[in-house]
């Protein structure tokens, strides 16, 4: 039999190792029954609460329902995958709700109050996410105040900002056709399938080149049958979500006519795919989770921690001023409370919720989309039943309680497995 050289740290592959689908199906029980739970908990309770949702209240599966749903959660969403990355390293950034408000202010004033186009306010709302990041993780990495301590300040700081900027509580109406249309407008339906077709052929690509270049260098690979079911999962679940999106949700058709695949979903697409490439393929996503695992260890490996723990909150709040234009754009309007109320607790549990630690060093973007999905499902359940604020809160403030004690439990049996 012909031996592979070993990499350090790798499996090698063999003609009599070679993993099977069944193998890795073990290979995965095993890694949950020590404590790497992944995204399970959120894929569960997400298949859960659309069950009963659904046989309580039937409109839950409606096309314009589901429509909801994605435009409801999406500026949610965007904060909690920049707060991932704050995650990752174990620190929280607390102010990140009120610096989407800041940012979408930011955007309403320029757009409203200066006239200028839309692109510059984009720019500038962006730019004053990227300041805010900087400011806050040159406080922590640089200074050594405790995150929780800087995000607290700036909490309270950024409120009070927001007033100043919206003339103490003026509501700023925004005009601009192409901000309003992100979260309220829908792609024709050829270009959802276009859209739909593009994404399938690109994942598949990525997993039959990633388990080539394994095989070429002697490394244990997903067999073919595991490919090809998680393709053919992707497309047939994107597929059905693509064909109810498109299906005719406006009552009176002959008035208006209202299909399509929120234009809000690509733009959450791609931005996941970025940072996902960001965080499994580049240096940088390497050092960001090894800070997180031991911060110690990693400066005397000679990564440069403080640089790292600066770019993390630059990304997180510039992911804040992209969650704080798409809320403008869902209201079209800002006004003193854009960010704040609940969008923070439901942006950190929906990264917790997905799966990201609250202890540093595990999470992946995905994860928030996941949590996202499942704090949008509980609040639109909530309203269906006509609950009111209250019983959603108590049962969000569950969920995310018992993600993160799961978490903790899985840290300890990964602990006890040898696995940390």
């Not at 047939?236 to 979903?265: D, K």
């Not at 509980?378 to 569950?398: D, F, Q, R």
Request: glycine share 12%.
């Amino acid at each position: 039999m012909n031996k592979v050289k070993e990499l350090p740290g790798e499996v090698v592959a063999t003609a009599a190792n070679s993993p099977s689908i069944g193998h890795s199906v073990r290979a995965y029980v095993e890694r949950v029954r020590g404590g790497d739970m992944g995204a399970l908990p959120a894929v569960l309770g997400l298949v859960v609460l659309c069950t009963v949702f659904a046989i309580a209240r039937p409109a839950f599966l409606t096309a314009i329902n589901f429509a909801n749903l994605f435009t409801q959660g999406a500026a949610v969403t965007l904060i909690a995958m920049g707060l991932v990355f704050v995650l990752l390293l174990g620190e929280i950034d607390l102010s990140a709700g009120f610096a989407s408000g800041v940012c979408a202010a930011v955007l309403a004033v320029t757009l409203t109050n200066m006239g200028l186009p839309w692109y510059v306010g984009v720019v500038a709302a962006i730019i004053t996410g990227v300041l805010i990041g900087l400011m806050l993780g040159g406080l922590v990495a640089k200074v050594g105040i405790p995150s929780f301590v800087v995000t607290l300040a700036a909490f309270l700081a950024f409120q009070g900002l927001v007033l100043v900027l919206v003339d103490e509580g003026t509501n700023i109406s925004i005009r601009d056709e192409v901000i309003v249309a992100i979260a309220t407008r829908n792609l024709p339906p050829w270009l959802g399938w276009a859209t739909y077709a593009v994404g399938v052929g690109v994942y598949a690509a990525v997993q039959f080149l990633r388990a080539r270049k394994r095989a070429q260098r002697g490394l244990a690979a997903d067999p073919l049958s595991l490919i090809l079911a998680r393709v053919g999962s992707l497309a047939v679940i994107a597929g059905v979500a693509v064909y109810v999106l498109n299906l005719e949700r406006s009552r009176n058709a002959l008035l208006t006519s209202l299909t399509g695949v929120p234009i809000v979903v690509p733009v959450i697409l791609v931005l996941l795919i970025i940072w996902t490439f960001v965080l499994r393929r580049t240096a940088f996503g390497r050092h960001l989770y090894a800070v997180g695992g031991n911060a110690e260890a990693a400066r005397r490996a000679g990564i440069a921690v403080d640089r790292i723990k600066v770019s993390a909150f630059v990304i997180c709040s510039s992911m804040a001023a992209v969650g704080g234009i798409v809320a403008a754009s869902r209201a079209s309007s800002v006004d003193p409370n854009t960010g704040g109320s609940s969008v923070l607790l439901y942006a950190v549990g929906a990264a917790v919720i997905g799966g990201t630690s609250l202890f540093g060093g595990k999470g992946r973007v995905l994860d928030a989309i996941l949590g996202g999905a499942v704090v949008a499902v509980i609040e639109n359940g909530m309203a269906l039943m006509g609950y009111g604020s209250s019983v959603k809160y108590l049962v969000t403030g569950s969920v995310l309680l018992l993600a993160a004690g799961v978490d903790a439990l899985a840290r300890k049996r990964a602990a006890a497995a040898g696995l940390r």
